[in-house]
């Protein structure tokens, strides 16, 4: 079965470092998303992604985020300068086009980031 | 403003019995309303999803029901099981221009015990 893939699973970097986190979707799909999730509390939306542009960002996604589709396969979230208050797990889905009136979304199982 | 709100936020059952949980919601215009599973340290994994049109939906031994008139959802677990211990997220979109806006709930705890 199709599944969406995130790497790393875990990373840890100093404050002030610069973060990647990677995910392949669903290779059909088209609209593609982050979540991020703090520990012990509630999934948050970072920003959706269709048509190589970003179509929604919560007020989370601030200028120190950005995401990136730069070959056919891979969607990546990038931090430019870590602050402690990053670290949680953030989680890519993706959903396929055709189904966009039941927008089922496909997780990934996860990036973990701690930022010391 | 689109919310959704869950109840209890966190719940102990003895492997075998029953239990069902509840979502309030106030979003518009509704879409779709999903319920996941989110095992710790886990991405979440979808159980159900229903349309407007639809008061209920099972797989396997669970079931959801919406009620698009009060705006509640509940998620019935029948003969739970020690591998059900996980969050449970109810999730809610709102039909916007082109796409869907998705809107999470808190979430419940659920642990089953032997």
């Known amino acids: 079965e199709p599944e969406v893939t995130q790497t790393p699973s875990h990373q840890v970097t100093q404050m002030g470092q610069e973060v990647i986190l990677r995910c392949v979707p669903i290779?059909?799909?088209?609209?593609f998303y982050w979540y991020r999730q703090i520990l012990g509390q509630k999934v948050e939306f970072l920003v959706s992604?269709?048509?190589?542009?970003?179509?929604?960002k919560s007020e989370i996604f601030d200028d120190q985020f950005s995401v990136e589709r730069p070959d056919g396969s891979n969607f990546t979230l990038k931090i430019r300068s870590t602050k402690l208050e990053d670290s949680a797990m953030y989680f890519c889905?993706?959903?396929?086009?055709?189904?966009?009136?039941?927008?089922?979304?496909?997780f990934g199982e996860g990036s973990r980031l701690t930022v010391l | 403003k689109n919310q959704v709100e869950q109840s209890p936020q966190s719940l102990i059952i003895l492997e075998g019995k029953n239990c069902t949980l509840q979502?309030?919601?106030?979003?518009?215009?509704?879409?779709?309303l999903r319920w996941y599973k989110q095992d710790t340290g886990r991405g979440p994994v979808s159980l159900t999803i229903?349309?407007?049109?639809?008061n209920t939906k099972s797989n396997g031994r669970y079931t959801a029901t919406l009620d698009a008139d009060t705006k509640q959802s509940s998620l019935h677990i029948t003969a739970s099981q020690l591998s059900d211990s996980a969050s449970y997220i109810c999730?809610?979109?709102?039909?916007?221009?082109?796409?869907?806006?998705?809107?999470f709930g808190p979430g419940t705890s659920l642990s089953v015990i032997p």
């Open positions: 290779s059909n799909h088209l609209y």
């Open positions: 992604f269709y048509n190589n542009e970003i179509s929604e």
């Open positions: 229903m349309t407007f049109s639809e």
């Open positions: 889905a993706s959903s396929d086009p055709s189904e966009t009136t039941t927008g089922e979304l496909f």
């Open positions: 979502c309030n919601y106030t979003v518009s215009p509704f879409s779709n």
């Open positions: 999730v809610v979109s709102a039909r916007e221009t082109s796409y869907d806006k998705v809107i």
